[in-house]
């Protein structure tokens, strides 16, 4: 017999203020650099000098920037964003920042990289950075800085900006040259005479940017871990110098020749599953040495690297969730999964800019000098969202166990800046996903923020006639009929297990344009029936036309809890009307669509498919 035990602590913050923190005034302006607005795969490097002329009490920086932003204070990260979000509603990020400031000159950089396309969490604006910090020190004196056509900016072209996407919903790989980066630029010792001044574009509130809105979720968790099993090493080939070129690096990693090593080219490989001053060495040869790490599950975050050796030789690296014949296939159903690292003279770090998700990486070293190459660390600095593991299960049964931890970490993994689908191919928020991990979110961490945020987000792409996109934010809706009702569905989830009435007066008028939608929709027998786009509803065989079976079952459901939505909000006249078309909608999905002989419902009227 199994002996169960589930615990959930929901402390769910209720307060308005909680949410929507209170927004700044802006006095700061949107900058960039000269050249196009929205130029492909760009980086850009920002500086500003500062004097503080005391020791200081308390620093508030607000910044964001389109698409995504690093920020350094004196050499030091201190964070990334922004969030994603609708330009219409542009996230930007708040920190306190006393700690890294100091009497005297200070520097504070941004690493900005703008897409110039759009993918399937970001929907394009334009290049561009803002800033505006507040400094106050201990004797009083105060200090604001500005995002202005003072701070200095450098185009960077470590970056080859002309490379392939990972896929048609994620960015680019990156393929940097770090011998073409400044380096120390984020020093405050750093000389950037040479740098042009920024160029103004605007400030606040201006389009794409109409409005500006308070991160309303905590920053992302960052930590170093490091692969759990070196599962080979050996030689890779290199033919016709073809690893020299940047649009196939995936193409060639796929389906290079391995064999084993000839000689000891690579020694003290074990290093690299520890985090201790010991590396691997690689001597030089004629040919290439490729490694394949695993990293014993799931992982997500920023690809990271600690090597010393020669400038020019070049590493790339091929990430996958699974292995093909014992390999690293990075050119897997159209995902081209791989980054290019070139070094600079002596030792170095890097880090990704964006997310790569994967469980195995394969490292492809081309080492042509004399030199030998020290390893001492290849690595992930993990990121998710900051969960507190909250609810517990455990039983009898340990497969029943493990499957609940493997669950909760798969969930961890998918709560980032939003709820996510998947960590290696598309990493976008679909409401059909988010609305399973939001139920499951709310008994393994309790966390409301970010459900939260996703209807909201949901929201904000509403269609005039009344339908919501299916993954968002996107340029182009992806309109799904179904994931619309389970955005309605989700809301009333989430009030259930907040009592947060806030969101729901707030939503409640984009979910009654909703269901006006569906209503237009209904045919004489009172059922959706030929509803426009896409009904997904699952993977599965299933049949669906006209009168569909699920759909109209998610309708009646919509119906059910919009009803008790307008109950809440003492909107009695619509609680009634919603009350009485679902039992209508019910009625007819019991006389139209199930089989009494044999006891099912179909999957749509005019078939008579009867999928799981």
């Not at 009904?535 to 079952?553: M, P, Q, S």
């Given at each position: 017999?199994?002996?169960?035990?589930?615990?959930?602590?929901?402390?769910?913050?209720?307060?308005?203020?909680?949410?929507?923190?209170?927004?700044?005034?802006?006095?700061?302006?949107?900058?960039?650099?000269?050249?196009?607005?929205?130029?492909?795969?760009?980086?850009?490097?920002?500086?500003?000098?500062?004097?503080?002329?005391?020791?200081?009490?308390?620093?508030?920086?607000?910044?964001?920037?389109?698409?995504?932003?690093?920020?350094?204070?004196?050499?030091?990260?201190?964070?990334?964003?922004?969030?994603?979000?609708?330009?219409?509603?542009?996230?930007?990020?708040?920190?306190?920042?006393?700690?890294?400031?100091?009497?005297?000159?200070?520097?504070?950089?941004?690493?900005?990289?703008?897409?110039?396309?759009?993918?399937?969490?970001?929907?394009?604006?334009?290049?561009?950075?803002?800033?505006?910090?507040?400094?106050?020190?201990?004797?009083?004196?105060?200090?604001?800085?500005?995002?202005?056509?003072?701070?200095?900016?450098?185009?960077?072209?470590?970056?080859?900006?002309?490379?392939?996407?990972?896929?048609?919903?994620?960015?680019?790989?990156?393929?940097?040259?770090?011998?073409?980066?400044?380096?120390?630029?984020?020093?405050?010792?750093?000389?950037?005479?040479?740098?042009?001044?920024?160029?103004?574009?605007?400030?606040?509130?201006?389009?794409?940017?109409?409005?500006?809105?308070?991160?309303?979720?905590?920053?992302?968790?960052?930590?170093?871990?490091?692969?759990?099993?070196?599962?080979?090493?050996?030689?890779?080939?290199?033919?016709?110098?073809?690893?020299?070129?940047?649009?196939?690096?995936?193409?060639?990693?796929?389906?290079?020749?391995?064999?084993?090593?000839?000689?000891?080219?690579?020694?003290?490989?074990?290093?690299?599953?520890?985090?201790?001053?010991?590396?691997?060495?690689?001597?030089?040869?004629?040919?290439?040495?490729?490694?394949?790490?695993?990293?014993?599950?799931?992982?997500?975050?920023?690809?990271?690297?600690?090597?010393?050796?020669?400038?020019?030789?070049?590493?790339?690296?091929?990430?996958?969730?699974?292995?093909?014949?014992?390999?690293?296939?990075?050119?897997?159903?159209?995902?081209?999964?791989?980054?290019?690292?070139?070094?600079?003279?002596?030792?170095?770090?890097?880090?990704?800019?964006?997310?790569?998700?994967?469980?195995?990486m394969q490292v492809d070293i081309?080492?042509?000098?004399?030199?030998?190459?020290?390893?001492?660390?290849?690595?992930?600095?993990?990121?998710?969202?900051?969960?507190?593991?909250?609810?517990?299960?455990?039983?009898?049964?340990?497969?029943?166990?493990?499957?609940?931890?493997?669950?909760?970490?798969?969930?961890?993994?998918?709560?980032?800046?939003?709820?996510?689908?998947?960590?290696?191919?598309?990493?976008?928020?679909?409401?059909?996903?988010?609305?399973?991990?939001?139920?499951?979110?709310?008994?393994?961490?309790?966390?409301?923020?970010?459900?939260?945020?996703?209807?909201?987000?949901?929201?904000?792409?509403?269609?005039?006639?009344?339908?919501?996109?299916?993954?968002?934010?996107?340029?182009?809706?992806?309109?799904?009929?179904?994931?619309?009702?389970?955005?309605?569905?989700?809301?009333?989830?989430?009030?259930?297990?907040?009592?947060?009435?806030?969101?729901?007066?707030?939503?409640?008028?984009?979910?009654?344009?909703?269901?006006?939608?569906?209503?237009?929709?209904?045919?004489?027998?009172?059922?959706?029936?030929?509803?426009?786009?896409?009904?997904?509803?699952?993977?599965?065989?299933?049949?669906?036309r006209g009168e569909i079976t699920?759909?109209?079952?998610?309708?009646?459901?919509?119906?059910?809890?919009?009803?008790?939505?307008?109950?809440?909000?003492?909107?009695?006249?619509?609680?009634?009307?919603?009350?009485?078309?679902?039992?209508?909608?019910?009625?007819?999905?019991?006389?139209?669509?199930?089989?009494?002989?044999?006891?099912?419902?179909v999957d749509c009227r005019v078939?008579?498919?009867?999928?799981?």
């Amino acid at each position: 017999m199994l002996i169960m035990v589930l615990v959930l602590l929901l402390n769910p913050s209720l307060a308005q203020a909680e949410r929507q923190k209170e927004a700044i005034s802006w006095q700061a302006n949107w900058i960039w650099c000269e050249g196009k607005g929205s130029p492909r795969n760009f980086y850009l490097y920002a500086r500003k000098e500062v004097e503080i002329p005391a020791l200081v009490e308390r620093a508030e920086f607000n910044c964001t920037a389109d698409s995504r932003y690093q920020l350094f204070i004196n050499g030091e990260l201190i964070g990334r964003g922004p969030a994603r979000s609708d330009p219409r509603w542009q996230s930007y990020d708040k920190y306190e920042v006393s700690s890294y400031l100091h009497p005297g000159k200070n520097v504070i950089a941004a690493l900005i990289h703008h897409y110039g396309v759009g993918t399937t969490s970001y929907i394009p604006g334009r290049g561009a950075f803002l800033f505006q910090g507040e400094v106050i020190c201990t004797n009083g004196e105060g200090l604001t800085i500005l995002s202005d056509d003072t701070w200095r900016v450098l185009p960077s072209n470590a970056w080859h900006r002309d490379v392939p996407r990972i896929s048609s919903s994620l960015g680019f790989q990156e393929i940097y040259d770090a011998r073409l980066a400044p380096e120390n630029w984020t020093e405050k010792d750093f000389d950037d005479s040479e740098w042009d001044f920024a160029t103004v574009i605007g400030r606040p509130p201006m389009a794409p940017w109409t409005s500006l809105v308070p991160r309303d979720i905590p920053m992302l968790v960052e930590n170093l871990v490091l692969p759990e099993v070196v599962l080979a090493v050996g030689e890779c080939s290199s033919t016709e110098d073809r690893w020299y070129g940047v649009s196939d690096i995936a193409k060639f990693m796929a389906e290079e020749t391995r064999g084993s090593l000839e000689t000891a080219r690579v020694e003290n490989a074990e290093a690299l599953l520890s985090d201790d001053d010991q590396y691997t060495l690689i001597n030089s040869s004629s040919k290439d040495v490729y490694l394949v790490l695993d990293f014993g599950k799931e992982v997500m975050g920023y690809p990271h690297l600690k090597v010393e050796g020669p400038a020019g030789v070049v590493i790339d690296f091929g990430y996958s969730e699974i292995l093909e014949d014992g390999k690293v296939n990075p050119n897997r159903k159209n995902v081209k999964c791989v980054d290019r690292y070139t070094m600079r003279d002596g030792l170095q770090t890097w880090e990704t800019f964006s997310k790569r998700g994967f469980r195995y990486m394969q490292v492809d070293i081309h080492n042509e000098s004399s030199e030998p190459l020290r390893i001492y660390s290849i690595g992930l600095n993990f990121t998710t969202y900051p969960v507190e593991y909250r609810g517990a299960f455990n039983c009898s049964d340990e497969l029943l166990n493990q499957i609940w931890k493997v669950g909760r970490y798969t969930l961890q993994l998918c709560m980032q800046d939003a709820y996510e689908d998947c960590p290696f191919r598309e990493q976008a928020q679909w409401m059909g996903d988010a609305r399973v991990e939001a139920l499951i979110n709310y008994y393994t961490f309790g966390d409301t923020k970010l459900s939260a945020r996703c209807l909201r987000q949901i929201g904000q792409s509403q269609l005039p006639q009344g339908i919501t996109s299916g993954v968002y934010p996107l340029r182009w809706p992806n309109k799904i009929a179904d994931y619309c009702l389970l955005w309605i569905i989700s809301l009333w989830d989430y009030y259930q297990y907040t009592g947060d009435k806030h969101l729901v007066e707030e939503l409640y008028p984009r979910i009654k344009r909703a269901l006006a939608f569906f209503e237009s929709h209904l045919d004489q027998h009172n059922l959706l029936s030929n509803v426009p786009d896409w009904t997904f509803i699952d993977w599965a065989e299933l049949d669906k036309r006209g009168e569909i079976t699920a759909l109209n079952c998610f309708y009646y459901k919509a119906l059910i809890d919009a009803s008790q939505m307008a109950q809440l909000l003492t909107e009695k006249k619509e609680a009634m009307r919603y009350q009485k078309l679902a039992e209508k909608v019910k009625a007819a999905i019991n006389s139209r669509l199930w089989l009494n002989d044999i006891g099912v419902y179909v999957d749509c009227r005019v078939g008579d498919v009867l999928s799981e």
